[in-house]
């Protein structure tokens, strides 16, 4: 039996969270984003960084509890940088106003959200790569220092050579990330 073919949107347009702490995670979002408040009153805010009219709205429900960690759901939003250059400025800059990453960055709810660039200038590329024995293996990639990183891109070292994947073997769910580190896989992401 086959699978009905419906027609696929052309971009993904905005993300909602529910939220108990309007303030801390409109803030939160303005910097990570390097965004603005569009409109807000006092239940609901729209943020953008970019051409879209909004891409975070937060809503602030009465009675909203916090998030339950163990609980189905969202695991991360990943947002998409031009170079490894651009990220490790975000990087850097985040990283001035205290915000860190773990294996990813985490907002006040404790929503995950990645910062990453494609390590396939050809999207093709990277689903090949998605498709190889390789990443069969190791869907999680290998962890890398955004520090490390950066000094290297700062000593001249090439982006090209940076993307470069390391094989660093079997890894699942027992071996996935480490607190402290990030991922590598058909993208470089903190």
Known sequence: MS????LPPSKLAHIVFKTNQMDRMKQFYCNFLGGRVVHAND???FITYDDEHHRIALVQFPNTTDKEHNSCGLLHVAFTFDSLKDLCMAYRQRKALG???GWYYQ???GNQIEAQVDNYDNP???TAFMDSEMFARNAF???FDP??????????ESEAELKVLKDVGPRGLEEGPKIEA???TATVGV
């Open 43 to 45: 239940f609901i805010a």
């Open 124 to 126: 093709d590329d990277a």
């Open 141 to 143: 990639g290998a962890d």
């Open 107 to 109: 907002d006040p709810d």
């Open 182 to 184: 990030m991922m590598r």
């Open 147 to 156: 520090e490390e990183l950066c000094a290297a891109l700062d000593r001249g």
């Open 3 to 6: 699978t009905p073919v419906v």
């Open 99 to 101: 915000i860190r990453p």
